[in-house]
């Protein structure tokens, strides 16, 4: 099949996040000006640099035409947490989605244990095995059907790094252990369960 997305695909459900899958999910903490703490989970995450780190998500206009609080409070602070969303924390992640109002903390929510940042307000979430410590570097808009409103890329840098040593083997994070969990389409997930290592190719490539 070929479509345009304005045309629509004609299929029970859109099939652009399948294919474009599996995504890491961003588990964002922020706090308001007014100190109100949010927690909420984003797909549309990744990182963008290496050098220096720079990370991104990308918060979506809602339904009714709003904002989520998540970018709301990045604008007023400019700091946010990445907590690392693993399969064993699945449910919480799932949970701190809820649309809550801005002042509900999806930590109490979720029962999930707040615990402070290093070098930022937004506090981290200790069940939560690594943790990147960000301060908002640009705020991309992307185009909205919606008159006057956008889709928002947020980009922040990496100032702080936290990874629980028991997820370290030989130096090196061990993936099968830390099990990064993933959006795949529709209402679908995944996690890291199997790991190949192959070296970047030379040139010429060898076999
Ligand atoms: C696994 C998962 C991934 C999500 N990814 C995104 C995303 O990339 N962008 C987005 O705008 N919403 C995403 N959502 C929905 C938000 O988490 C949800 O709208 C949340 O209520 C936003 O919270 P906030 O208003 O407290 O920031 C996702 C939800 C789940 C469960």
Known sequence: MFY???DGHGLPHDPLN???APRPIGWVS????SGHRNLAPFALFNIVAYRPPHVMFAPTVMEDGGYKDS???VKETGEFVINIAVWALRDKV???STPAPSEIDEFDVTGLTPVPSELVKPPRV???PAHLECRMTEIVQLPHPMEGRFNHIVIGAVVGVHIDDQFLKDGLVD???LQTMARLGYRDYTRVSEVHTKPFPSWPPQE
């Open 126 to 128: 200790a069940e939560s």
């Open 71 to 73: 970018l709301t409070n």
């Open 94 to 96: 799932w949970l701190s």
């Open 30 to 33: 922020t706090v308001s000006e």
């Open 175 to 177: 993936q099968e252990k």
């Open 4 to 6: 345009r997305p304005e």
């Open 18 to 20: 399948a294919l474009v």
